[in-house]
T-cell receptor, first 112, second 114 residues
Framework: GQNIDQPTEMTATEGAIVQINCTYQ??????LFWYQQHAGEAPTFLSY????GLEEKGRFSSFLSRSKGYSYLLLKELQMKDSASYLC?????????????FGTGTLLAVQP | DVKVTQSSRYLVKRTGEKVFLECVQD?????MFWYRQDPGLGLRLIYF???????EKGDIPEGYSVSREKKERFSLILESASTNQTSMYLC?????????????FGDGTRLSIL
């Protein structure tokens, strides 16, 4: 079956670094996405990985290991505004459909 | 910037009513999607459309139907609303030609069925 696992909640301190893990078991793999979602708002795109390795984008980085079915999102220099849910999503096939399978999200609380 | 617009942020309807949720995108995207989001369950795909008048069921289509008469508009229909359809509904669109392109989401409609 299709399964994506993320921790439900995490807490971190302002200025620190936090790593949010995501493991997946899907019938196929054609890319992994990370989204940020503030309470009551739409998810917004953070990063995309399709090959193994690290993608860096400012304070945010995302890593992928396809052989392990594993990804993480790394947030550096945490700010209070980073308090949000972080959603991991896998595109399990190519072609025209572009369907995503979402994890349940990790609620990150950044404390002063 | 891609703009995905959902017609209502908040909606309250009664059990048994026929409910229409509208979504419009302005980037000529071919693929459009309807999800519902519930605490502890994440985003679940209800229906998607990969072209005008083309639709496919997602993971939880029961109790819903969709309409895509024009490329920019994708409507979700609750045929006879029930209380278990109280949820946050999110619409998304994507250009299928770009491999790394993400789905772009609307702001969501929080629907309450009384």
């Amino acid at each position: 079956g299709q399964n994506i696992d993320q921790p439900t909640e995490m807490t971190a301190t302002e200025g620190a670094i936090v790593q949010i893990n995501c493991t997946y078991q899907t019938s196929g793999f054609n890319g992994l996405f990370w989204y940020q979602q503030h309470a009551g708002e739409a998810p917004t795109f953070l990063s995309y990985n399709v090959l193994d390795g690290l993608e860096e984008k400012g304070r945010f980085s995302s890593f992928l290991s396809r052989s392990k079915g594993y990804s993480y999102l790394l947030l550096k220099e945490l700010q209070m505004k980073d308090s949000a849910s972080y959603l991991c999503a896998v595109r399990d096939n190519g072609g025209a459909t572009n369907k995503l399978i979402f994890g349940t999200g990790t609620l990150l609380a950044v404390q002063p | 910037d891609v703009k995905v617009t959902q017609s209502s942020r908040y909606l309250v309807k009664r059990t048994g009513e026929k409910v229409f949720l509208e979504c419009v995108q302005d980037m000529d995207h071919e693929n459009m999607f309807w999800y519902r989001q519930d605490p502890g369950l994440g985003l679940r795909l209800i229906y998607f459309s990969y072209d005008v008048k083309m639709k496919e069921k997602g993971d939880i289509p029961e109790g819903y139907s969709v309409s895509r008469e024009k490329k920019e508009r994708f409507s979700l229909i609750l045929e006879s609303a029930s209380t278990n359809q109280t949820s946050m509904y999110l619409c998304a669109s994507i250009d299928p030609g770009q491999g790394g392109q993400p789905q772009h989401f609307g702001d969501g409609t929080r629907l309450s069925i009384l």
